[in-house]
């Protein structure tokens, strides 16, 4: 899967949040009115031609959804985060959050319980 800019993935959030939206919707949700609408278009764009979203249209106006699921995306860049950052070893990822205190007691039991109903 095709990686996105950081500006991409934030239009892709808010797309990803309402499911269906017009472009001045995605203005409102960045939160930053001095964003030019032919630049939220245009991002609007390039993601329609990397295959993430489409539209319908109503006349000059254009409703965006998704094509990609927010799961999806997720999945594919974690594993290449494994996959270059961690030799490949998912053990290897969550042994690093857990030296960097980046889990606490409460989400390792959370997990280990996941992993529990896993072999049931």
Excluded at 19 to 44: F, M, N
Excluded at 57 to 82: C, M, N, Q, V
């Amino acid at each position: 899967m095709v990686a996105l800019t950081k500006v991409e993935e934030q239009v892709m959030q808010v797309i990803w949040e309402q499911e269906r939206c017009l472009v001045r919707d995605i203005i409102q949700a960045l939160g930053d009115p001095d964003i030019p609408h032919s630049t939220v278009s245009s991002v609007v764009r390039i993601l329609e031609k990397k295959g993430f979203v489409g539209h319908k249209a109503y006349g000059k106006t254009h409703e965006y959804f998704p094509l990609i699921p927010k799961e999806d995306y997720t999945k594919s860049g974690l594993k290449g985060w494994i996959e270059n950052y961690f030799d490949g070893s998912p053990k290897q990822l969550v042994s690093f959050l857990v030296e960097k205190n980046e889990l606490n007691l409460k989400e390792l039991a959370q997990l280990m319980k996941q992993l529990e109903s896993l072999k049931k």
